[in-house]
């Protein structure tokens, strides 16, 4: 039985995590979380008390970092301010967390030796065109455009100085947009969903031509197990599913799904900055460790996804209106 630490286990995609290792090991699972209000503890609902147990803390708080991961068999670091709008708006909690807080992080696994998963984004490596016949692959440079993007490429950074200069046994992993159950409201596409389920009309930032590579975030979290049983010390793997779509698709999609008029959305004002396209190739992580994507069929994923977002009201209701208004405040 492994014994794992997982920050940020209570949003998005560390929960997944967190269900997706349950239902898929022995291990036990302890999750570090600062609750911020992306953090939600009903996301971790029924899972057994013999082998999971929550610590609400601070991953840049060294005392509780250092007692959890002195314990640990494994860390796998999910925990970050992770929405691109809010780092427009305020940058400071993005450093405080991905930056300070990943090097809190290291600094705890170098002293205790513990193997570390660094969890990041495929937005480190900026956009692309819409026409680029590339996509992202290992080797491409770095170059973000937002607060966000930035410091979980500071963090990646870090992670690689700390393998080289210290002998940290860590991999990252860099992937591209997820979806699925328990993701924020704040986000694209459950915005959009709620919207419709609250009789709004979805928002498509601009023309809505910016594509994002979708993946589902059961594929994520299969992806991150196989990197940790199987990866290389010291390698970057990217994670990617071969979902590129464009916004414009997607909403209407969503339309379509929730039986509306694929054309009853409104343009916002769009995002500054507005990264043009991602898109993922993860030959790395498919040819030297086997791993597949389960969800291949984008649009039965969505509408598995609208019905999660159906059947759970209770889950995301009181995220609803406070986020809507500060959408408003910010003319989007
Ligand atoms: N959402 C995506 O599509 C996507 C894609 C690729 C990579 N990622 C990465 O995956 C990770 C998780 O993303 P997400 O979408 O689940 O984010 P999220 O915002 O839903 O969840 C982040 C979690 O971290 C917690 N947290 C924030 N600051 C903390 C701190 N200082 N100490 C402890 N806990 C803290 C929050 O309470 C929350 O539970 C991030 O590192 C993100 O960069 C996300």
């Not at 860390?75 to 930056?99: C, G, K, M, Q």
């Not at 080289?164 to 986000?187: D, L, M, W």
């Not at 809505?208 to 979708?214: K, T």
């Not at 995002?271 to 396209?277: S, V, Y």
Request: hydrophobic share 35%; charged share 25%.
């Amino acid at each position: 039985m492994r014994k794992v630490l997982v920050t940020g286990g209570a949003g998005f995609i560390g929960s997944n995590f967190v269900h997706y290792l349950i239902e898929n090991t022995d291990d036990h699972v302890t999750v570090l979380d600062k609750l911020t209000y992306a953090g939600n503890l009903a996301s971790l609902e029924g899972l057994p008390e013999d082998r999971f147990r929550f610590v609400k803390g601070d991953i840049a708080d060294a005392s509780v970092v250092d007692e959890l991961v002195a314990d640990a068999d494994v860390v796998v670091h999910y925990a970050a301010e992770s929405h691109n709008d809010n780092s427009l708006h305020d940058p400071r909690p993005f450093v405080d967390t991905n930056l300070v807080g990943t090097f809190t992080l290291l600094e705890a696994v170098r002293k205790h030796d513990v193997r570390f998963h660094h969890i990041s984004t495929d937005e480190v490596y900026g956009d692309l065109e819409l026409d680029d016949p590339q996509r992202f692959t290992e080797q491409t440079p770095y170059n973000p455009s937002s607060p966000y993007s930035s410091t979980k490429a500071g963090s990646d950074l870090l992670v690689r100085a700390w393998v080289r200069s210290f002998g940290v046994r860590a991999t990252i992993s860099n992937c591209s947009n997820n979806y699925g159950p328990y993701q924020h409201v704040e986000k694209f596409i459950p915005r959009q969903i709620t919207n419709v389920l609250t009789g709004q009309r979805p928002k498509l930032y601009g023309a809505g031509l910016n594509v994002r590579d979708w993946i589902h975030a059961n594929d994520h979290s299969s992806a991150v197990l196989t990197i940790i049983e199987k990866g290389r010390i010291g390698e970057t793997y990217l994670i990617g599913a071969d979902g590129e779509k464009d916004n414009k698709t997607v909403v209407e999609l969503i339309l379509k799904l929730t039986g509306q008029p694929t054309d009853a959305y409104d343009h916002v004002v769009d995002r500054p900055g507005h990264d043009l396209r991602y898109a993922i190739d993860s030959t790395k992580l498919r040819t030297e460790l086997g791993w597949q994507p389960q969800y291949q069929d984008f649009e039965a994923g969505l509408a598995a996804t609208i019905q999660w977002y159906r059947d759970h009201e209770a889950w995301w209701k009181p995220q609803k209106a406070a986020t809507e208004a500060k959408y408003v405040l910010q003319g989007q």
